[in-house]
């Protein structure tokens, strides 16, 4: 089928030119094989004599540009996608000899469709491609029987000729070559008016962008105002609490001195004044500390370190009671003893340590106390009546 039309697409490399051949044949009776160079390989023209094709040949050279231009122009109107080099130079040959006999096609559609002619157009085009003229093809295939393949027809080409074909051509390649450098103008004047919009446009964002910096800039300082006093409203806030907290315990505490107080003044609470070691060191740190003095109450917080000596040193100081936490030196005891100081555990009173100082209630100094008396009393009777009985038995 002799049209603008692409039957099929196939690259073929690499195999004997019988196989090419075949290869070709089975797609069909090519009419023309054409070349993108000048002049045209070997193989083409190897190719047209055994397919007896017409081998159209370029004035001059196909430029890449022209190549890819001719081929993108086709893929465009008839949606096809190539996929190599090889596809794009294929097709752009085929375009380029189907543009040169495209004013002889258009002819002959319109000569045979105004006769009215009852003949193949596709085989007229064939045999004016072949260098027929469109009459002597028409009678041609009019002969009742089937004619053959008909040779090509060879007309010399003058030199004349020649040089008007590279002139045609180059006046078309300058053509296109000026209507590039129009379009290409074009291009770059709306380019340099889009570059004069952008610089506009990037000089105006400039300025937004300074007068939203210096906004963002006050908007960051205002934020770090209010943060800061906000930190500050929350520090002074702790510390509102943290004071509050210890109003509230100094409250606590002054109520409390104050109950203990009121509880001394009475005589239902008595402060037992801690020693903290029954040492003579220990004793002279406690004598500065609480001015401990006659008729006041001690407890012995580690009674283990004393003997005679520093009970005499306590004796003397004129204390009314001695309470222990722990055993004492029976030495010591002797001393307290002689001195009819009463020696009272820890564990048989309720000390209740208020502000850091033990206090212990008076009733329960004075059970405690009179519990001594009585056991000690009871420990006198049994003594002595164990002399009685001792002296009846003698």
Known sequence: MVDAELGSRRLIVGIP????????????????ISSDVSPAPDLLEKISVKLNAVLFVPSISMSAEEK???AR?????????????????????AVKA???????????????????????????????????TVKGAVQLLQKPEKPPVPPLIKRPVSQEARLKNIIRELNERLIREKEKTKRLREANRELHLKIKGLRSEISSLKEKIKAIRSEQTVQIRREREYQRLL?????????????SKQLEEYKRRFNQMQRLRELESRGKLLLLKPIEAFTEKGLRKAFQLYNIKTGDSVILLDPSGGGASTAETLAKRGVKTVVTRGSM???ALEVFSKYLIPVISSKRLKIEW?????????????????????????????????????????
């Open 98 to 132: 189907y543009q040169h006999y495209k004013g002889k096609f258009e002819k002959v559609e319109a000569r045979i469709k105004r006769l009215g002619l009852k003949v193949p157009v596709d085989e007229v085009k064939n045999l004016v491609v072949r260098g027929y």
């Open 231 to 243: 930190d500050e409203v929350k520090r002074l806030r702790s510390k509102v609490a943290e004071y």
């Open 68 to 70: 890819h231009q001719v």
């Open 73 to 93: 122009a086709y893929m465009e109107q008839y949606g096809l996608k190539l996929e190599n080099a090889h596809e794009i130079d294929a097709l752009a040959a």
């Open 329 to 331: 030196s029976h030495y």
């Open 354 to 394: 208020i502000e850091g100082l033990p206090y212990v209630s008076a009733e329960d100094l004075k059970r405690a106390l009179k519990e001594i008396r009585e056991a000690e009393v009871t420990d006198a009777y049994q003594v002595i009546k164990a002399i009685v009985e001792n002296h009846r038995k003698g």
């Open 17 to 32: 030119l019988s196989s090419l051949i075949h290869k070709i044949t089975e797609l069909g009776e090519p009419a023309i």
